[in-house]
């Protein structure tokens, strides 16, 4: 992993700029003193689960995906986290070790700042700490649904919510003429975060395409029926 030092109004992207804007002057330059910035390689750790948090993370450029391993070492994905979200917040405002580990699927650059200054930044500024605790409430919400659906829901209503989920994700103008999910997974990973075989991900995948429900170019998965995955994913609802 290399370091840098981006200026953040050179940042790839607006979200720490953002994040400044809530920031008195002092604050901003505590801030930009003691924030540094690494590149990540795909397939490296940026942290990993049950260690100390040491701060938080902005991606700035790339894609993260959150995992935990269970007792026998198999991983579960939890989410993805794109550019212009934070990494690890969590762990610091609660104070308790890191519940997962964060690995890049494709070349990844973070700006990273130190916990110190994080909670002083979230116990001294009325904005920020609503703004985190935002973020924590959605997360929680997304992790309620997640879930729900591995409760409630068949495998095949999985796979099509998962495709929707990548879409709604990763798609930042969604519409007719831009069906292809652009980041290109392992069927594993997408059989991970299913909660499923890698087998039985690979058949339904098949079958969907056959109805004409998606495509592929390449690894990457082109969604030409929308509306019939979303009913899919809702049957049991």
């Known amino acids: 992993m290399n370091r840098e030092k981006i200026e953040c109004q050179f940042c790839d992207t607006k979200s720490l700029t953002a994040f400044l804007e809530k920031c008195t002057d002092a604050e901003t330059t505590k801030v930009i003193e003691s924030k540094t910035c690494g590149q990540y390689k795909k397939g490296q750790s940026i942290f990993y689960e049950d260690n100390v948090a ?55 650059t973070a700006c990273f700042i130190p916990k110190q200054v994080f909670i002083d930044l979230v116990q001294g500024n009325p904005e920020i ?50 069906q292809v999910i652009p980041i290109s997974l392992p069927r594993e990973d997408l059989a991970n975060i299913v909660g499923t075989a890698t087998e039985t991900l690979i058949r339904l995948l098949s079958e969907f395409k056959n109805d004409k429900y998606i495509d592929f170019e390449g690894k990457r998965i082109k969604i030409l029926d929308k509306a019939a995955l979303e009913r899919i994913s809702r049957a049991s609802v």
């Open 129 to 178: 700490n609503k703004q985190m605790f935002k973020t924590l409430c959605h997360d929680m919400g997304l992790s309620n649904e997640k879930i729900q659906s591995l409760a409630q829901k068949s495998v095949r209503e999985r796979v099509a919510e998962t495709i929707l989920y990548l879409h709604q994700t990763f798609v930042e103008k969604p519409d007719e003429t831009n």
């Open 54 to 108: 040491l701060g938080i993370y902005c991606i700035t450029k790339g894609i993260v995906k959150l995992t935990r391993s269970n007792i026998y070492g198999k991983e579960q994905i939890l989410r993805f986290v794109k550019e212009g979200e934070f990494l690890s917040y969590r762990a610091v405002i609660a104070d308790e070790t890191l519940t997962a580990t964060a690995t890049c699927v494709e070349d990844v």
